[in-house]
């Protein structure tokens, strides 16, 4: 093939684009159709990116709203006196309330990086603090004033005090995830496993006596905590000599 208006023949690249041009296929079309599918793509991940922040923040703000509502309740004239010295004064509210600029703390991280499951991590922990502690003083109100859904009410507290629990994994693989959401060595899986073990065997316990009695707010199971605190124990030793040796092994 030659080019018009002259008898060079055309190289080999020339004659591709020539055939393209006659088949009707413009190598500046396929272009900005392959432009117009990459844009497409990253507005869709822009999209997706945008919903996790808003997600994110939402979850966060949930959170804070429920530590302060516990705070408003544990304070006001809501809260009896015997109730209040019984879940521990104003003990147990300093221990409460940190928690939620964890949250917040959470929220940015999981909104700033949404790929990095660290700061969803915190957020799923300090939920279960969040709804477990309101849990456990509606329920103390509740069984003050002498009403039966106090016992349903109970089976929130689970979720944050009762031995190893659901907010216990989650900080357990927030930490071995930090700081890029990736474990240092695949010998560290081990971990979150049995962590996971236990918040079950914890929920089960609690679900079957979720009671602790009177109006303390605590653990909420002396079942669960007595199951599964021996073999915290044992675990969190061994997960020390683990990681000692794994550590030792430069994290291979």
Request: glycine share 12%; aromatic share 8%.
């Amino acid at each position: 093939m030659v080019s018009e208006g002259s008898s060079r023949p055309l190289s080999g690249n020339e004659q591709h684009m020539a055939r393209e041009t006659d088949d009707g296929i413009s190598p500046l079309g396929e272009s900005a159709r392959v432009g117009a599918r990459s844009d497409t793509l990253l507005a869709a991940v822009n999209a997706l990116n945008s919903r996790k922040t808003a997600v994110a923040w939402t979850i966060a703000a949930v959170e804070i709203a429920l530590f302060a509502l516990f705070t408003v309740t544990y304070l006001t004239p809501i809260t009896p006196t015997v109730v209040f010295q019984e879940a521990g004064g104003l003990t147990t509210l300093l221990f409460v309330l940190p928690f939620a600029g964890l949250a917040g703390a959470g929220g940015v991280v999981a909104a700033r990086r949404p790929q990095n499951p660290v700061g969803w991590l915190v957020l799923g922990a300090v939920a279960g603090i969040a709804i477990g502690s309101f849990s456990d003083l509606l329920r103390s109100l509740l069984v003050h004033a002498h009403v039966a859904a106090g016992s349903w009410v109970t089976l929130g507290g689970i979720l944050w005090v009762s031995g190893v629990t659901p907010v216990t994994v989650c900080f357990v693989a927030g930490i071995l995830l930090f700081p890029d959401g990736r474990l240092r060595s695949p010998r560290l899986r081990w971990l979150i496993g049995a962590a996971g073990v236990l918040a079950a065997l914890t929920v089960g316990f609690g679900l079957v006596n979720p009671a602790r009695g009177a109006y303390g707010i605590g653990y909420s199971s002396d079942l669960a905590v007595n199951a599964t605190s021996p073999v915290a124990v044992a675990s969190l030793a061994g997960a020390v000599n683990v990681y000692r040796s794994v550590s030792g092994s430069g994290m291979k």
